[in-house]
């Protein structure tokens, strides 16, 4: 006999282990979920990464400075006795601004007066007695000139009367003999009265020398005496005043600066970083207390201080209202202009010139680190060089503190 059995079913059995099997993976997923730390978007800021053209700015600190400036320095060795104007004060070309006492410089300057005077005296005395002695000279030169004059009369005489037969012959060579004596006097007188002026000029030169220095010594003492009464010699502002009453100083010192008061540059510290990217002519924006002015450097010096190098700014004039030297400002000098690059604002702990670890919003509550290196900062806008793209949410997040991932229990 046949026995027929009914086949078991086992499709049932598969649907129960499936559904083992999802809430298995559910209860899994629900508790990964539940371990991952979960934040508020109200207590961090998030910035969005934009592409486009981008202009690179280098931010440098410095202070204006005057365009024209002095230095007034101690003229001798001396004593501050007064103090007429402190820095800030406006002045004139012929403003005093301190004064200074030297005992001994007075003294030197009456000496050197006597001593000037008494040569001017020598030398008077000098002149009168040279032109007496040339006097005498020229007196005994007449002298034999008229001597000279009448042996030639003589001579004339006797040649004529020797031609008549009247006078002798020795008459004659004697007339000869008295011309050629007085000449050869003469001439002799002459080359002496010559030798004579000579002399005397060359002694009146020497004696002119020692009065003309004795005269530079004065000048430069009484110059100096002058000089104890220190006037600005422009018209400007006093920018520092480096002694105060009582104090001594010694020749040279540096006592006080001037500069012009509305004639203004920016000196400015570039970073060594920068430094080579910067050339004369390029723009720069000064951020004053006046407002925002646009210059262009001048000036690039090559020595490296402290990791900045210094640079001069000129600046358009005039200058708004309100702006002096040794003001401090705030620049930014163009370096370059970047196309089409990405960028973002600037959240706090991000570096410039840096690869960090960041966290990036990748859905609506989920956000996980991503490794990004960020290049320059340039007006308050970060240059992303690698690890994000167009659109991307950045949050101000330590990434060191949590782990590469978060969940996002608010939306802003």
Known sequence: ???QLTPTRRWPRL????????????SAFALSRATLPSISLAQYSTATVEQGDLTLYSNALGQLIAVEQRLLTAPAAGTVVAIAHRPGSPLTE??????????????????????????????????????SSLLEQQGVLAELQALVDQATLELSVNQELAANCIAARIELQRAELRLHQQQQRLHFEQHKY???????????????????????????????????????????????????IGESVQQGQALARVGSQHQLNARIQLHQRHASQVLPGQPVLIETPAGVIQGEISRIESVINQGTVAAEVQLPQPLPAGLRPMQQIHAQVELTQLQQALSLPQLPGLRPNSSQRVFIQTSSDRAEVREVRFGELSQRRLLVEDGLNPGDKVLSIDASQWPTQITLALRR
Do not use: W, Y
Not at 15 to 26: D, I, K, P, Q, S
Not at 100 to 128: D, G, M, W, Y
Not at 216 to 238: C, K, N, P, T
């Open 94 to 131: 012929d403003t005093v601004i301190l004064q200074l006492e030297n005992p001994e410089l007075n003294h030197k300057v009456q000496s050197a007066e006597r001593a000037l005077q008494q040569k001017q005296a020598e030398i008077a005395a000098f002149t009168a007695r040279q032109q």
């Open 194 to 244: 010559q030798q004579f002026a000579q002399l005397q000029l060359a002694e009146q030169q020497q004696k002119q020398l020692e009065l003309t220095q004795l005269q530079q010594e004065f000048d430069l003492l009484r110059l100096q005496q002058s000089q104890m009464q220190l006037s600005a010699g422009m018209v400007g502002i006093l920018q520092q005043l480096e002694v105060e």
């Open 1 to 3: 006999m046949d026995i």
């Open 15 to 26: 649907v129960l282990l499936g559904g083992l099997l999802l809430v298995l993976a559910g």
